[in-house]
């Protein structure tokens, strides 16, 4: 892992002063994607380089919105799941030159959103991490995309005890999701950088 971060940090310094690089780590759940992001950004505290990250997780929407609509369990999750169009226009249009950026974040215990002012310096690097940024809607917003590539089975051994009881839900929801995301979209092929998560 040390080595991969080794070469984001050199494409890194490689940005333009003045401009803001934004880096999308990709991979289905539980592939590593929280960690490798931390670790980077550990990395470049140290090297004083300016940095925000955003969890894609942070800005889903109610959970109306996206359980018992109507759909197929997968189809929720994936195209439901987050406001994409808002999320395209107001956040991922404005992060390579606005400041502040308006964002709603979810509160799991209250189901609800609130909007929430970012404030980015003019010079930094915008970590974004979560499932399927490789998106259609998404792919091009990012400068460099690295995709997290993880077995399903060592990634359910990462599932907390709970969902793995949730063997249904992981399949017609989660996993079927995923299984048409790595169809349509081919992240893997996509992405400038393919790690072991």
């Known amino acids: 892992m040390e080595e991969n971060i080794m070469i984001l940090l050199k494409r890194i310094q490689e940005i333009e002063t003045g401009n803001r690089f934004i880096l999308g780590v990709d991979g289905l759940s539980r592939s590593g994607k929280t960690i490798l992001g931390n670790k980077l950004s550990a990395h470049l505290k140290e090297m004083n380089i300016p940095f925000h990250i955003f969890h894609i997780d942070d800005h889903i929407v ?11 369990q997968w189809y929720e999750y994936y195209n439901l799941q987050w406001d994409i169009d808002w999320l395209s226009q107001n956040f991922f249009d404005k992060i390579k030159k606005s400041s502040p950026i308006r964002i709603p974040f979810y509160d799991k ?3 609800t959103q609130s909007i929430r002012n970012i404030q980015l310096p003019n010079a930094c690097v915008i970590i974004i991490e979560g499932v399927f940024l490789q998106r259609k809607e998404w792919r091009n917003f990012f400068d460099y995309i690295v995709f997290l590539d993880c077995p399903r089975d060592d990634r359910f051994l990462r599932e907390s005890k709970e969902a793995q009881r949730g063997m249904e839900k992981l399949n017609q929801r989660y996993w079927k999701a995923e299984e048409y995301y790595l169809e349509t979209e081919i992240p893997i092929q996509k992405a400038n950088l393919v790690l072991n998560g």
């Open 109 to 111: 215990e209250s189901d």
């Open 62 to 72: 109610e959970r109306k919105k996206r359980y018992d609509t109507g759909f197929e």
